[in-house]
Structure formats: structure tokens, C-alpha cells
């Protein structure tokens, strides 16, 4: 039973280029939720969303971050026009429910 | 505004010696407690959910306790193997699913 899967893994960006995260959940799973872990800080959330709907973007930056979960294939995070402050690890976690949620191994960011 | 604080930062252990691990939080409604281990460069592994003040897990050598303020995991006897960093995050009844982490105790455990 594969667990949750993000890709790429790591993934350097100049900055002004687009990033894009890919995160597809635990079979069964159809709730996915967003976290990002900056240098020397801890977990925050982001964006909680299921097929086709965002149901929590509270924790999402305003300007450049999008997330989706299209009906078919994974979940997107999208950041425009990366900045050196995103530089990050950005860790995608999934539930059957809005209860115990499974984390996958990240994708580390990288803004030059 | 949600707040979850661990304790200690950091703990050095010797193999053997049993210890506790501390997170204290401030919700208006607690909906859930979850603690996690997260090894450097991977994704936080799932370790317990509490629900309600009493409620005790076990797992290994690993046990969790919940109050209404706080949290304690308790480790027994650790081997080097449980080095890690072990993240406390809670949930909120009007707050949806998301989590609220700690910063996580950094744990060694020295041969």
C-alpha cells in the first residue's frame, strides 16, 4: 500500500520562474492538505482541499500560491514567480477523513 | 489563535535512560492531538491521535498521555534508533482539519 508520493523531490528555481509541486495521496485518501517547513521553523499549514474544492486556503500567501486537486491526477501547488523567501520544504499530507493525516517525504525548494 | 509549545528544544539520552517529552497547548476545543517523528530530510511519520483528557496510546517503547493542557510522550528505555525530532500538533473544533505544529523536540540517543 503506497504511501503519499510528491514529486519532484527537490527542485531549484531562479528567481521569477514558476514552481510546481505535485502530491498524490494515499489510495482511498480524499483529503489533501499542504504544509510548508521554512529553515529553522517548524510545520505551518496552508491549504486543505478535496476533488475539485478547496475547503481551507487560510494558511495560503495571498499573491503567486495556488493550489488544486483536479477530479483526475494529483494535487498541484503552484507558486509564481518564486522569491529566495520560498525557499522551503513543502510536505503534502493526506486523510480519509479529516482526521489522522499521513505525510509524504517533501519536496525541498530551492530559489537562486 | 491556536498555540502548541513543546518541551525541551533539544534532549540527550542515554540508551536506556527513560525521559518524557512535553507539549502544552491553547485551544478553545480540542478535536485532536497527534504526535509525530520526523527523521532529518523525510516527511513527519504518523505516530498517535488522542481524542479526550485520559486517553493513553502505546507503541513500542513509546506511550502517550493526554490532559487537558497537555501532552506527554513518554519514552522507555530508548535505543539510538529513536533519534529524532518529535512533533506535537493539535486540532480545533472550529479550525477544521488543519494542524497546528509545535517546533518539535529534538531527540538524541547516544549509544
Known amino acids: 500500500n503506497a504511501g503519499v508520493m510528491q514529486n519532484p523531490r527537490h527542485l531549484v528555481r531562479r528567481r521569477g520562474q514558476e514552481a510546481r509541486l505535485r502530491c498524490s495521496p494515499m489510495?482511498?485518501?480524499?483529503?489533501v492538505y499542504w504544509y510548508r517547513q521554512l529553515p529553522e521553523e517548524g510545520l505551518k499549514f496552508m491549504v486543505y482541499?478535496?476533488?475539485?474544492?478547496?475547503?481551507?486556503e487560510s494558511g495560503m500567501p495571498k499573491e503567486r500560491f495556488s493550489a488544486e486537486f483536479p477530479k483526475e491526477g494529483p494535487s498541484i501547488l503552484r507558486i509564481q514567480q518564486v522569491v529566495r523567501g520560498d525557499s522551503a520544504a513543502y510536505f503534502c499530507a493526506s486523510s480519509p477523513g479529516g482526521d489522522t493525516q499521513y505525510f509524504g517525504p517533501g519536496t525541498r525548494l530551492t530559489v537562486l | 489563535e491556536d498555540q502548541v509549545t513543546q518541551s525541551p528544544e533539544a534532549l540527550r539520552l542515554q540508551e536506556g535512560e527513560s525521559s518524557s517529552l512535553n507539549c502544552s497547548y491553547t485551544v478553545s476545543g480540542l478535536r485532536g492531538l497527534f504526535w509525530y517523528r520526523q527523521d532529518p530530510g523525510k516527511g513527519p511519520e504518523f505516530l498517535f491521535t488522542l481524542y479526550s483528557a485520559g486517553e493513553e496510546k502505546e507503541k513500542e517503547r513509546l506511550k502517550a498521555t493526554l490532559t487537558k493542557k497537555e501532552s506527554f510522550l513518554h519514552i522507555t528505555a530508548p535505543k539510538p534508533e529513536d533519534s529524532a525530532t518529535y512533533l506535537c500538533a493539535v486540532q480545533e473544533e472550529t479550525s477544521g482539519s488543519r494542524l497546528t505544529f509545535g517546533e518539535g523536540t529534538q531527540l538524541t540517543v547516544n549509544p
Open positions: 489510495k482511498g485518501h480524499s483529503h
Open positions: 482541499l478535496q476533488k475539485e474544492n478547496i475547503i481551507d
